[in-house]
């Protein structure tokens, strides 16, 4: 869940910095580690999901 937050956050301060000429900078320092971590919090997330549920079942 914590992945898809900042996936929508990043896609909602892309658009405000495109289309309202907004100056927002999240982590000025490390773009890349901005540009990955939605999609690894998001892969880690389903993991740790998928290993619960067959412990569980």
């Not at 495109?18 to 993991?47: E, R």
């Amino acid at each position: 869940m914590m992945g898809v937050f900042l996936f929508l956050t990043k896609i909602v301060v892309w658009m405000l910095n495109k289309f309202a000429g907004a100056s927002i900078t999240l982590v000025a320092d490390a773009p890349y580690v901005m540009n990955f971590l939605p999609f690894i919090l998001m892969v880690i997330g389903g993991t740790g999901s998928d290993k619960l549920k067959k412990i569980y079942r």
